[in-house]
C-alpha cells in the first residue's frame, strides 16, 4: 500500500538529521504484524537467506524495512533485502517460479520481473518486460527454466519500473564443476547497495527538476583564493571561466550519493555491523556484488590485501591490491588471509566520499575495528574527460561541438539497425586510444548533448578519480586478465563506435545523442564477431551492460585481455570490447547506472539470422 506518511521532497533531511537518525536504525526488515514501530527500531544482523538446488519458488511482494528510523515499504524477494542468496550448479538445469504477490496499490507495482545479471540463457528467459517477455502481472507468475552454463559470482534484480532502487535484488553464486584455480577456506558474499526512503519515482523526478541537487560541495570563494595563491590569478580564472561555460562543475561526481542515500552491506547499515567470521590463518573468499542503483564504491580492508581471482564471475589471474573500486553491477572475487588480530574493518566508501557503508571480519560476533574516515573529496579535471591539453585558447563553450562531426557509416555510428557495412578489422588498430576524436552527426546541434570528449583514452591502468596516488596498491582493468585465452579466436569481422552523451542540467542520457525511444536496434548477425568501441562523451563514469553476451574487453593494441559482463566507461574513455552474437533473439543494452537508463541511455540489441 501506498502509506500516507511517504513524503517524496521531503523525505529527506539534512545530512547532519540524517545520519544521526541511520545511527538510530542498523537496518532491517520489520518484524510483528504490519504494525509501524517506533523511529528508531532496527534488527539485529542475520545470516543471509540461502536457497539451493534446482526448484525454486521465489515471491516478490512489499516489506516494511528502517534503515534511517522511519518504516518504508521495500520491494523484495520472500521477504528479505537484500533478496535470498540462490546457489546454483554448473551443468545442471533450473527452475524458478516467480510469483507476483505486490499488494493492490503497491508504489512498487504493478507488474514485475527479475532479469539474472550476467547469466548467458535464452532470450525469454532474460526477464526484460517488452523484449524477454511481458512482464508478471499481479497474482500471476512466471516459470523461468534454463540450462547453467556458467559458474562464478552474479546476481539478480528487477527490470520493471524503478523497482531495483526500491529493493528487489539479490545474490547468485554458481558452484563449478571443475576444481576452482585457487584454494579458500570459508567464503562470505558481500552484496553492497543503495537505499533511499524517497518513492524510487520521486527521486527520478527530482533529478529530471534539480539534477544537481545531492551536489553539496560547490567551490567557494575561499576555494577560489586558495587556487590562486597554488596556481596564479590567469590559471585559475581559466579554470572557472571553462568550468561555467560549460555549465558544469568539477564537484560533481555522482548525480545522487550519501546525502539521499544510505548505504547498506548485505542489508544491513554500518551501525548493523554485518559481521563475517574466521579463523588465524584461514584463506577467506569474499564474493563482491555491487547491487547499487548508483553508486560506485571503492572497497578495502585496513591491514589486510585482496588478492582479485575472479571479475564478473570469470576466473582471472591473481593480483593483489589494497584497495578496489567496484563499478556498479560488477563482481569480484577476492581472497583474504586474516590473522594477527581479532577484528578487521571492512570498507566501502561511495566514489564521492559522501557516505560510506563498512562491516567486520572477526573471530566472533560483536567485535569491530577502526573505520577510517572518508578520503578527501576528489575534483574532476579536464584530463579527466578527455580534454588534457586542451584548456586556455579553446572555446569551452563551443566544446560540444567542436570536433568534426563526421558520417561514419562504416562504423556504424548513426546508423544503427540501416544497413551495417562491415569493418574489416585492422591489425595494429589503436582501439582504445588516440588522436583528436571525430563524433556521430546525431550529437552535431543536439539539445541533448551537452559535452563531447577531445582526447579520450582507455585509461586501463588508471584506478580512478580519487585514488590515484593515495598511497595504497588500487586494482585497475589493466590488472584484470583472463587465465584463459580468447574464447573464439577470430579477429572482429566489423567494428562499431557507440558514444555515451547526455545533458547534466536536463538529466538525460543516451547513445549517440539518441534516446531509447527514438532509436533503431543495433543489429547483430548470429554467429559473428564483432567490436564495439564505446567512447564516453559525458563527465559521469557509466557501466554499460550487454545482456545475453560476454564482452571480452581488449587492450590497446586490440587484443584479448578479460571477460566482463560489464564495463565501466569513466569519464573522457575510449575502449572496446569484441562480441560474438551467439544468443538469438533481442536483448538489453544499456548503463547500470539506474536513471541514466530510465533516462534514455539503452538500446536494444538484436540477433537474427
Given at each position: 500500500?501506498?502509506?500516507?506518511?511517504?513524503?517524496?521532497?521531503?523525505?529527506?533531511?539534512?545530512?547532519?538529521?540524517?545520519?544521526?537518525?541511520?545511527?538510530?536504525?542498523?537496518?532491517?526488515?520489520?518484524?510483528?504484524?504490519?504494525?509501524?514501530?517506533?523511529?528508531?527500531?532496527?534488527?539485529?544482523?542475520?545470516?543471509?537467506?540461502?536457497?539451493?538446488?534446482?526448484?525454486?519458488?521465489?515471491?516478490?511482494?512489499?516489506?516494511?524495512?528502517?534503515?534511517?528510523?522511519?518504516?518504508?515499504?521495500?520491494?523484495?524477494?520472500?521477504?528479505?533485502?537484500?533478496?535470498?542468496?540462490?546457489?546454483?550448479?554448473?551443468?545442471?538445469?533450473?527452475?524458478?517460479?516467480?510469483?507476483?504477490?505486490?499488494?493492490?496499490?503497491?508504489?512498487?507495482?504493478?507488474?514485475?520481473?527479475?532479469?539474472?545479471?550476467?547469466?548467458?540463457?535464452?532470450?525469454?528467459?532474460?526477464?526484460?518486460?517488452?523484449?524477454?517477455?511481458?512482464?508478471?502481472?499481479?497474482?500471476?507468475?512466471?516459470?523461468?527454466?534454463?540450462?547453467?552454463?556458467?559458474?562464478?559470482?552474479?546476481?539478480?534484480?528487477?527490470?520493471?519500473?524503478?523497482?531495483?532502487?526500491?529493493?528487489?535484488?539479490?545474490?547468485?553464486?554458481?558452484?563449478?564443476?571443475?576444481?576452482?584455480?585457487?584454494?579458500?577456506?570459508?567464503?562470505?558474499?558481500?552484496?553492497?547497495?543503495?537505499?533511499?526512503?524517497?518513492?524510487?519515482?520521486?527521486?527520478?523526478?527530482?533529478?529530471?527538476?534539480?539534477?544537481?541537487?545531492?551536489?553539496?560541495?560547490?567551490?567557494?570563494?575561499?576555494?577560489?583564493?586558495?587556487?590562486?595563491?597554488?596556481?596564479?590569478?590567469?590559471?585559475?580564472?581559466?579554470?572557472?571561466?571553462?568550468?561555467?561555460?560549460?555549465?558544469?562543475?568539477?564537484?560533481?561526481?555522482?548525480?545522487?550519493?550519501?546525502?539521499?542515500?544510505?548505504?547498506?552491506?548485505?542489508?544491513?547499515?554500518?551501525?548493523?555491523?554485518?559481521?563475517?567470521?574466521?579463523?588465524?590463518?584461514?584463506?577467506?573468499?569474499?564474493?563482491?556484488?555491487?547491487?547499487?542503483?548508483?553508486?560506485?564504491?571503492?572497497?578495502?580492508?585496513?591491514?589486510?590485501?585482496?588478492?582479485?581471482?575472479?571479475?564478473?564471475?570469470?576466473?582471472?589471474?591473481?593480483?593483489?591490491?589494497?584497495?578496489?573500486?567496484?563499478?556498479?553491477?560488477?563482481?569480484?572475487?577476492?581472497?583474504?588471509?586474516?590473522?594477527?588480530?581479532?577484528?578487521?574493518?571492512?570498507?566501502?566508501?561511495?566514489?564521492?566520499?559522501?557516505?560510506?557503508?563498512?562491516?567486520?571480519?572477526?573471530?566472533?560476533?560483536?567485535?569491530?575495528?577502526?573505520?577510517?574516515?572518508?578520503?578527501?573529496?576528489?575534483?574532476?579535471?579536464m584530463a579527466d574527460m578527455g580534454h588534457g591539453g586542451m584548456g586556455g585558447g579553446h572555446d569551452m563553450a563551443a566544446m560540444g561541438q567542436s570536433a568534426p562531426a563526421q558520417d561514419m557509416s562504416g562504423m556504424d555510428h548513426a546508423a544503427m539497425g540501416h544497413d551495417m557495412t562491415a569493418m574489416a578489422a585492422m591489425p595494429g588498430m589503436d582501439h582504445g586510444a588516440g588522436g583528436m576524436q571525430s563524433h556521430p552527426a546525431s550529437e552535431t546541434n543536439n539539445p541533448l548533448v551537452d559535452m563531447q570528449t577531445m582526447a579520450p583514452t582507455s585509461k586501463l591502468d588508471d584506478p580512478g578519480i580519487g585514488l590515484r596516488d593515495n598511497g595504497r596498491r588500487v586494482l585497475s582493468y589493466a590488472d584484470l586478465k583472463s587465465t584463459f585465452a580468447d574464447p573464439d579466436g577470430r579477429e572482429?569481422?566489423?567494428?562499431?563506435?557507440?558514444?555515451?552523451?547526455?545533458?547534466?542540467?536536463?538529466?538525460?542520457?543516451?547513445?549517440?545523442?539518441?534516446?531509447?525511444?527514438?532509436?533503431?536496434?543495433?543489429?547483430?548477425?548470429?554467429?559473428?564477431?564483432?567490436?564495439?568501441?564505446?567512447?564516453?562523451?559525458?563527465?559521469?563514469?557509466?557501466?554499460?551492460?550487454?545482456?545475453?553476451?560476454?564482452?571480452?574487453?581488449?587492450?590497446?593494441?586490440?587484443?584479448?585481455?578479460?571477460?566482463?559482463?560489464?564495463?565501466?566507461?569513466?569519464?573522457?574513455?575510449?575502449?572496446?570490447?569484441?562480441?560474438?552474437?551467439?544468443?538469438?533473439?533481442?536483448?538489453?543494452?544499456?548503463?547500470?547506472?539506474?536513471?541514466?537508463?530510465?533516462?534514455?541511455?539503452?538500446?536494444?540489441?538484436?540477433?537474427?539470422?
Amino acid at each position: 500500500m501506498k502509506h500516507p506518511d511517504w513524503n517524496g521532497g521531503n523525505g529527506i533531511a539534512m545530512p547532519s538529521r540524517r545520519r544521526f537518525v541511520q545511527g538510530l536504525a542498523a537496518g532491517g526488515a520489520v518484524a510483528g504484524l504490519g504494525l509501524w514501530p517506533r523511529a528508531g527500531w532496527a534488527s539485529n544482523t542475520a545470516a543471509m537467506p540461502t536457497l539451493a538446488g534446482t526448484d525454486f519458488d521465489l515471491r516478490i511482494g512489499e516489506t516494511l524495512v528502517n534503515y534511517t528510523g522511519r518504516t518504508r515499504p521495500a520491494i523484495t524477494v520472500n521477504g528479505s533485502l537484500p533478496s535470498p542468496l540462490l546457489r546454483w550448479k554448473e551443468g545442471t538445469t533450473v527452475n524458478l517460479r516467480v510469483h507476483n504477490t505486490l499488494p493492490p496499490g503497491s508504489i512498487h507495482g504493478p507488474d514485475t520481473s527479475i532479469h539474472w545479471h550476467g547469466i548467458l540463457l535464452p532470450a525469454n528467459m532474460d526477464g526484460v518486460p517488452g523484449m524477454s517477455f511481458n512482464g508478471i502481472a499481479p497474482g500471476e507468475a512466471y516459470q523461468y527454466r534454463f540450462n547453467v552454463h556458467q559458474a562464478g559470482t552474479y546476481w539478480y534484480h528487477s527490470h520493471s519500473g524503478f523497482q531495483e532502487q526500491g529493493g528487489l535484488y539479490g545474490p547468485l553464486v554458481i558452484d563449478p564443476i571443475e576444481p576452482e584455480p585457487f584454494a579458500f577456506d570459508r567464503e562470505h558474499v558481500v552484496m553492497l547497495s543503495d537505499w533511499t526512503d524517497m518513492d524510487p519515482a520521486k527521486l527520478f523526478a527530482r533529478l529530471k527538476k534539480m539534477a544537481s541537487h545531492d551536489n553539496y560541495y560547490q567551490r567557494t570563494v575561499g576555494d577560489f583564493m586558495r587556487d590562486v595563491e597554488r596556481e596564479g590569478m590567469p590559471a585559475t580564472v581559466a579554470d572557472r571561466k571553462m568550468w561555467g561555460q560549460m555549465r558544469m562543475t568539477p564537484t560533481d561526481l555522482s548525480d545522487v550519493n550519501g546525502n539521499t542515500y544510505t548505504y547498506l552491506l548485505n542489508g544491513t547499515t554500518a551501525l548493523g555491523n554485518w559481521t563475517g567470521l574466521f579463523k588465524a590463518g584461514e584463506k577467506v573468499r569474499l564474493r563482491l556484488i555491487n547491487g547499487s542503483a548508483m553508486t560506485y564504491f571503492d572497497v578495502r580492508i585496513p591491514g589486510l590485501k585482496l588478492t582479485v581471482v575472479a571479475a564478473d564471475g570469470q576466473y582471472v589471474h591473481p593480483v593483489t591490491v589494497d584497495e578496489l573500486r567496484i563499478a556498479v553491477a560488477e563482481t569480484y572475487d577476492v581472497i583474504v588471509e586474516p590473522s594477527g588480530q581479532d577484528a578487521y574493518t571492512l570498507f566501502a566508501q561511495d566514489s564521492a566520499r559522501t557516505g560510506y557503508v563498512s562491516g567486520t571480519l572477526a573471530v566472533r560476533e560483536g567485535l569491530r575495528a577502526p573505520v577510517p574516515p572518508l578520503d578527501p573529496r576528489p575534483l574532476l579535471s579536464m584530463a579527466d574527460m578527455g580534454h588534457g591539453g586542451m584548456g586556455g585558447g579553446h572555446d569551452m563553450a563551443a566544446m560540444g561541438q567542436s570536433a568534426p562531426a563526421q558520417d561514419m557509416s562504416g562504423m556504424d555510428h548513426a546508423a544503427m539497425g540501416h544497413d551495417m557495412t562491415a569493418m574489416a578489422a585492422m591489425p595494429g588498430m589503436d582501439h582504445g586510444a588516440g588522436g583528436m576524436q571525430s563524433h556521430p552527426a546525431s550529437e552535431t546541434n543536439n539539445p541533448l548533448v551537452d559535452m563531447q570528449t577531445m582526447a579520450p583514452t582507455s585509461k586501463l591502468d588508471d584506478p580512478g578519480i580519487g585514488l590515484r596516488d593515495n598511497g595504497r596498491r588500487v586494482l585497475s582493468y589493466a590488472d584484470l586478465k583472463s587465465t584463459f585465452a580468447d574464447p573464439d579466436g577470430r579477429e572482429p569481422g566489423r567494428t562499431v563506435e557507440l558514444h555515451l552523451t547526455g545533458h547534466m542540467e536536463k538529466f538525460s542520457w543516451s547513445f549517440n545523442g539518441i534516446k531509447f525511444a527514438q532509436a533503431e536496434p543495433l543489429r547483430m548477425i548470429y554467429g559473428e564477431r564483432l567490436r564495439i568501441v564505446l567512447v564516453n562523451d559525458t563527465m559521469m563514469s557509466h557501466p554499460i551492460h550487454l545482456h545475453g553476451m560476454w564482452s571480452d574487453l581488449e587492450d590497446d593494441a586490440g587484443n584479448f585481455q578479460v571477460r566482463k559482463h560489464t564495463v565501466d566507461m569513466p569519464p573522457g574513455t575510449k575502449r572496446s570490447y569484441r562480441v560474438r552474437a551467439d544468443a538469438l533473439g533481442r536483448w538489453a543494452y544499456h548503463c547500470h547506472l539506474f536513471f541514466h537508463m530510465e533516462s534514455g541511455m539503452f538500446r536494444e540489441v538484436l540477433v537474427e539470422e
